[in-house]
């Protein structure tokens, strides 16, 4: 197993430009998660999905748009990149019984 | 509202022991996790609370007081490879982690 997989791992942005970061798991998890961590502070949630067909907002979704089409791919986009999105972006995965959270390698995003 | 404290920084010896302290005030309880991670590294599954007590897995042990709205992650016989951060996160009422601002541990020589 992979686990859960991002890309891209770095990303540099100008500020309205457009961009998905796509997330991957194999484990056949029903719960999925995004999430932003800026330096010094906790895992903030973006997004989250209890399943296929489900979305849902977490703390700080303002900017953000999610799908959820498929079991594995929860991707997040940005459509108009702003310097306050600038951050490590973590997507997780969780079985039903959400004992814990299985989090990708991340994305560095950085808007200029 | 919804908040979970923890210390910013803490540094300890190389071979002691440490407490990572955590308490916290959410809207709903289904349990408290503590994860680690390294600096540029994601983070990693440590430990799950539900019922109050402590649990113990190796060198690592977690403690649950609901009651309190406490918890504290203790680490024994400290490596240099447990310089990290410690990050506390409820699960709260809305089935999502809240997490907070996490604790920077520092192990010197």
Not at chain 2, 21 to 32: D, E, H, I, K, V
Not at chain 2, 62 to 79: A, C, D, M, P, W
Request: charged letters at 15%; hydrophobic letters at 30%; a neutral charge.
């Amino acid at each position: 197993n992979a686990g859960v997989t991002q890309t891209p791992k770095f990303r540099i942005l100008k500020i309205g430009q457009s961009m998905t970061l796509q997330c991957t798991q194999d484990m056949n998890h029903n719960y999925m998660y995004w999430y932003r961590q800026d330096p010094g502070m906790g895992l903030k949630l973006i997004y989250y999905s209890v399943g296929a067909g489900i979305t849902d907002k977490g703390e700080v979704p303002n900017g953000y748009n999610v799908s959820r089409s498929t079991t594995e791919d929860f991707p997040l986009r940005l459509e108009l990149a702003a310097p306050s999105q600038t951050s490590v972006y973590f997507c997780a995965s969780s079985p039903p019984t959400q004992e814990t959270q299985y989090f990708g390698p991340g994305t560095r995003l950085l808007v200029l | 509202g919804q908040n979970i404290d923890q210390p910013t920084e803490m540094t300890a010896t190389e071979g002691a022991i440490v407490q990572i302290n955590c308490t916290y005030q959410t809207s709903g309880f289904n349990g408290l996790f503590w994860y680690q991670q390294h600096a540029g590294e994601a983070p990693t599954f440590l430990s799950y609370n539900v019922l109050d007590g402590l649990e113990e897995k190796g060198r690592f042990s977690s403690f649950l007081s609901r009651s309190k709205g406490y918890s504290y992650l203790l680490l024994k016989e400290l490596q240099m490879k447990d310089s990290a951060s410690y990050l506390c996160a409820v699960w709260g009422s809305q089935g999502n982690l809240i997490f907070g601002k996490g604790t920077k541990l520092s192990v010197k020589p």
